[in-house]
Protein backbone atom coordinates (compact mmCIF):
# COMPACT_ATOMS: atom_id res chain seq x y z
CA UNK A 1 0.00 0.00 0.00
CA UNK A 2 1.49 3.57 -0.91
CA UNK A 3 1.48 6.34 1.50
CA UNK A 4 -1.03 9.13 0.62
CA UNK A 5 -0.12 12.78 1.08
CA UNK A 6 -1.13 16.28 0.88
CA UNK A 7 -4.68 15.12 2.91
CA UNK A 8 -5.80 16.49 6.29
CA UNK A 9 -8.22 15.44 9.31
CA UNK A 10 -11.61 16.67 9.08
CA UNK A 11 -14.07 17.09 12.07
CA UNK A 12 -17.40 16.79 11.88
CA UNK A 13 -20.54 16.89 14.02
CA UNK A 14 -24.20 16.21 13.80
CA UNK A 15 -26.87 15.21 15.90
CA UNK A 16 -28.23 11.99 16.59
CA UNK A 17 -30.80 9.86 14.25
CA UNK A 18 -33.34 10.06 17.01
CA UNK A 19 -32.93 14.03 18.24
CA UNK A 20 -35.55 16.24 16.98
CA UNK A 21 -35.32 20.04 17.06
CA UNK A 22 -38.69 22.51 17.04
CA UNK A 23 -39.25 25.61 17.94
CA UNK A 24 -40.39 26.06 21.63
CA UNK A 25 -43.89 27.51 22.22
CA UNK A 26 -43.05 30.99 22.36
CA UNK A 27 -41.03 31.08 19.08
CA UNK A 28 -38.28 32.54 21.16
CA UNK A 29 -36.17 28.79 22.33
CA UNK A 30 -35.57 25.50 20.76
CA UNK A 31 -36.52 22.04 22.27
CA UNK A 32 -34.28 19.04 21.34
CA UNK A 33 -36.07 15.76 21.84
CA UNK A 34 -34.56 12.78 21.99
CA UNK A 35 -34.21 9.26 23.79
CA UNK A 36 -32.49 10.71 26.45
CA UNK A 37 -35.16 13.20 27.34
CA UNK A 38 -36.10 16.58 26.07
CA UNK A 39 -33.31 19.82 26.22
CA UNK A 40 -34.47 23.39 26.12
CA UNK A 41 -32.44 26.21 24.63
CA UNK A 42 -33.70 29.80 25.69
CA UNK A 43 -32.99 32.77 23.39
CA UNK A 44 -29.93 30.59 21.03
CA UNK A 45 -27.88 33.00 19.11
CA UNK A 46 -28.96 33.17 15.54
CA UNK A 47 -25.54 31.05 14.64
CA UNK A 48 -26.60 28.10 17.29
CA UNK A 49 -29.89 28.02 15.29
CA UNK A 50 -28.34 27.67 12.24
CA UNK A 51 -25.58 25.37 13.60
CA UNK A 52 -28.24 22.64 15.02
CA UNK A 53 -30.32 23.00 11.98
CA UNK A 54 -27.57 22.01 9.57
CA UNK A 55 -26.38 19.02 12.39
CA UNK A 56 -30.13 17.57 12.13
CA UNK A 57 -29.47 17.23 8.42
CA UNK A 58 -26.20 15.48 8.72
CA UNK A 59 -22.36 16.13 9.81
CA UNK A 60 -21.24 19.73 9.58
CA UNK A 61 -17.82 21.83 9.66
CA UNK A 62 -18.68 23.98 12.48
CA UNK A 63 -15.76 26.54 10.99
CA UNK A 64 -18.17 26.68 8.25
CA UNK A 65 -20.91 27.96 10.20
CA UNK A 66 -20.39 30.98 10.34
CA UNK A 67 -22.29 34.12 11.00
CA UNK A 68 -24.30 35.73 7.30
CA UNK A 69 -22.99 39.14 8.11
CA UNK A 70 -19.65 38.20 7.67
CA UNK A 71 -19.87 35.81 4.58
CA UNK A 72 -21.48 39.26 2.95
CA UNK A 73 -18.19 41.24 4.50
CA UNK A 74 -16.46 38.89 2.31
CA UNK A 75 -17.90 39.19 -0.29
CA UNK A 76 -17.57 42.94 -0.01
CA UNK A 77 -13.88 43.11 0.30
CA UNK A 78 -13.62 40.60 -2.85
CA UNK A 79 -15.62 42.69 -4.69
CA UNK A 80 -13.01 45.65 -3.89
CA UNK A 81 -10.03 43.71 -4.10
CA UNK A 82 -11.41 42.87 -7.83
CA UNK A 83 -11.84 46.21 -8.81
CA UNK A 84 -8.36 47.20 -7.62
CA UNK A 85 -6.82 44.39 -9.23
CA UNK A 86 -4.39 46.39 -10.91
CA UNK A 87 -2.57 47.16 -7.65
CA UNK A 88 -0.86 44.46 -6.93
CA UNK A 89 0.46 45.08 -3.37
CA UNK A 90 -2.82 46.26 -2.84
CA UNK A 91 -4.31 43.03 -3.50
CA UNK A 92 -2.38 41.28 -1.22
CA UNK A 93 -3.12 43.94 1.59
CA UNK A 94 -6.87 42.84 0.64
CA UNK A 95 -6.50 39.33 0.43
CA UNK A 96 -4.55 39.23 3.80
CA UNK A 97 -7.30 40.88 5.50
CA UNK A 98 -9.85 38.96 4.09
CA UNK A 99 -8.27 35.50 5.13
CA UNK A 100 -8.03 37.46 8.66
CA UNK A 101 -11.53 37.92 8.93
CA UNK A 102 -12.62 34.95 7.56
CA UNK A 103 -10.32 33.31 11.03
CA UNK A 104 -11.78 36.02 13.43
CA UNK A 105 -15.44 34.64 12.07
CA UNK A 106 -14.53 31.14 11.94
CA UNK A 107 -13.16 31.61 16.30
CA UNK A 108 -16.12 33.66 17.17
CA UNK A 109 -18.38 30.96 15.73
CA UNK A 110 -16.29 28.49 18.03
CA UNK A 111 -16.54 30.45 20.94
CA UNK A 112 -20.80 30.74 20.47
CA UNK A 113 -21.02 27.35 19.30
CA UNK A 114 -18.91 25.06 21.92
CA UNK A 115 -20.62 26.05 25.49
CA UNK A 116 -23.87 24.99 23.53
CA UNK A 117 -22.88 21.75 22.31
CA UNK A 118 -20.65 21.32 24.86
CA UNK A 119 -23.63 21.36 27.60
CA UNK A 120 -25.35 18.84 24.66
CA UNK A 121 -22.77 16.45 24.04
CA UNK A 122 -24.84 13.37 24.64
CA UNK A 123 -27.09 14.25 21.60
CA UNK A 124 -24.54 14.63 19.50
CA UNK A 125 -22.22 12.46 16.76
CA UNK A 126 -18.54 13.19 16.36
CA UNK A 127 -17.16 12.21 13.21
CA UNK A 128 -13.94 12.13 11.96
CA UNK A 129 -13.55 12.06 8.13
CA UNK A 130 -10.17 13.68 6.08
CA UNK A 131 -9.88 15.24 2.44
CA UNK A 132 -9.72 12.41 0.17
CA UNK A 133 -13.18 13.01 -0.26
CA UNK A 134 -14.15 9.13 -0.15
CA UNK A 135 -16.35 9.17 3.23
CA UNK A 136 -15.97 9.23 6.92
CA UNK A 137 -13.65 7.37 8.91
CA UNK A 138 -15.19 6.62 12.55
CA UNK A 139 -17.72 8.14 14.21
CA UNK A 140 -17.97 8.58 17.81
CA UNK A 141 -21.44 8.34 19.06
CA UNK A 142 -22.55 8.80 22.61
CA UNK A 143 -24.47 6.07 25.20
CA UNK A 144 -25.25 8.10 28.36
CA UNK A 145 -26.68 11.28 28.84
CA UNK A 146 -23.36 11.85 30.97
CA UNK A 147 -21.03 11.31 27.86
CA UNK A 148 -18.59 14.68 27.24
CA UNK A 149 -16.57 13.71 24.67
CA UNK A 150 -13.45 15.99 23.50
CA UNK A 151 -10.46 14.52 20.92
CA UNK A 152 -7.01 14.39 23.49
CA UNK A 153 -3.72 15.21 22.71
CA UNK A 154 -1.65 12.12 22.77
CA UNK A 155 2.18 11.60 23.53
CA UNK A 156 4.01 10.65 20.28
CA UNK A 157 6.20 8.13 22.39
CA UNK A 158 3.94 6.76 25.05
CA UNK A 159 3.11 3.49 24.38
CA UNK A 160 -1.04 2.60 24.34
CA UNK A 161 -2.84 -0.32 23.45
CA UNK A 162 -6.84 -1.44 23.37
CA UNK A 163 -7.90 -2.00 26.59
CA UNK A 164 -8.73 -5.60 27.09
CA UNK A 165 -12.42 -5.88 27.56
CA UNK A 166 -13.05 -3.52 24.06
CA UNK A 167 -15.51 -5.91 21.82
CA UNK A 168 -15.02 -5.38 18.41
CA UNK A 169 -18.38 -5.84 16.62
CA UNK A 170 -19.42 -6.91 12.74
CA UNK A 171 -22.44 -4.72 11.88
CA UNK A 172 -24.08 -3.75 8.48
CA UNK A 173 -22.07 -0.36 8.65
CA UNK A 174 -19.02 -1.65 9.39
CA UNK A 175 -17.44 -2.50 12.86
CA UNK A 176 -18.05 -0.70 15.75
CA UNK A 177 -15.88 -0.64 18.95
CA UNK A 178 -17.65 -0.99 22.68
CA UNK A 179 -16.96 -0.95 26.25
CA UNK A 180 -18.97 -1.62 28.82
CA UNK A 181 -17.68 1.32 31.26
CA UNK A 182 -17.47 3.77 28.47
CA UNK A 183 -20.51 6.04 27.33
CA UNK A 184 -19.53 6.07 23.92
CA UNK A 185 -19.38 3.44 20.82
CA UNK A 186 -16.88 4.14 18.30
CA UNK A 187 -18.21 3.12 14.55
CA UNK A 188 -15.53 2.18 11.88
CA UNK A 189 -16.49 3.69 8.80
CA UNK A 190 -13.30 2.77 6.24
CA UNK A 191 -10.82 -0.16 6.50
CA UNK A 192 -7.95 3.02 7.30
CA UNK A 193 -10.08 3.45 10.60
CA UNK A 194 -9.21 -0.64 11.28
CA UNK A 195 -6.09 -0.43 10.68
CA UNK A 196 -5.45 1.30 13.07
CA UNK A 197 -7.52 -0.50 15.70
CA UNK A 198 -5.82 -3.30 14.55
CA UNK A 199 -2.18 -1.91 15.42
CA UNK A 200 -3.50 -1.46 19.10
CA UNK A 201 -3.78 -5.48 20.18
CA UNK A 202 -0.39 -5.00 20.83
CA UNK A 203 1.38 -2.09 22.74
CA UNK A 204 2.57 0.74 20.11
CA UNK A 205 3.29 4.78 19.96
CA UNK A 206 1.52 6.94 18.03
CA UNK A 207 4.95 8.26 16.50
CA UNK A 208 5.37 4.62 15.02
CA UNK A 209 1.34 3.70 14.27
CA UNK A 210 2.06 7.04 12.14
CA UNK A 211 5.18 5.50 10.57
CA UNK A 212 3.93 2.10 9.06
CA UNK A 213 0.22 2.86 8.24
CA UNK A 214 -0.29 4.30 4.52
CA UNK A 215 -2.09 6.86 5.92
CA UNK A 216 -1.08 10.82 6.75
CA UNK A 217 0.48 11.20 10.38
CA UNK A 218 -2.01 13.80 10.84
CA UNK A 219 -4.94 11.25 10.20
CA UNK A 220 -3.62 8.62 12.18
CA UNK A 221 -3.07 10.82 15.25
CA UNK A 222 -6.36 11.74 14.51
CA UNK A 223 -7.96 8.14 14.62
CA UNK A 224 -5.72 7.30 17.86
CA UNK A 225 -6.95 10.65 19.46
CA UNK A 226 -10.43 9.56 19.24
CA UNK A 227 -10.41 6.25 20.32
CA UNK A 228 -8.30 7.31 23.59
CA UNK A 229 -11.16 9.87 24.22
CA UNK A 230 -13.93 7.69 23.77
CA UNK A 231 -12.01 5.74 26.42
CA UNK A 232 -10.98 2.66 23.95
CA UNK A 233 -7.23 3.02 24.74
CA UNK A 234 -4.84 2.61 27.72
CA UNK A 235 -1.29 4.25 28.61
CA UNK A 236 1.23 1.50 28.66
CA UNK A 237 4.05 3.56 29.25
CA UNK A 238 7.39 4.47 27.95
CA UNK A 239 9.24 1.61 25.61
CA UNK A 240 11.67 -0.21 27.48
CA UNK A 241 15.23 0.78 25.41
CA UNK A 242 16.50 -2.38 23.81
CA UNK A 243 20.40 -3.39 24.41
Known sequence: MSRVVGSRAVHLWSLHEDVVVEEDATGQGLVLR??????????PDPLVREALRRMELGPVLLANVVPRASAAAEGATESAAAEDASDDASDDATDGAT??????????????????LDRLSHLIVRTLSWEDLRGPLLSVVSTSK??????VT???????????????????????LARGTSPHRVQLHRPEAVWV?????????????SSVLPLPPEVTQAVLSYLAAAGMTEDCGEPVPHG
Open 99 to 116: DDASDDASEGAYLVLLPV
Open 197 to 209: VGLLAWPATPSHA
Open 146 to 151: DAPFAP
Open 34 to 43: SRFGTERISR
Open 154 to 176: LSARRLIRLIGDVSLTLEKAGFA
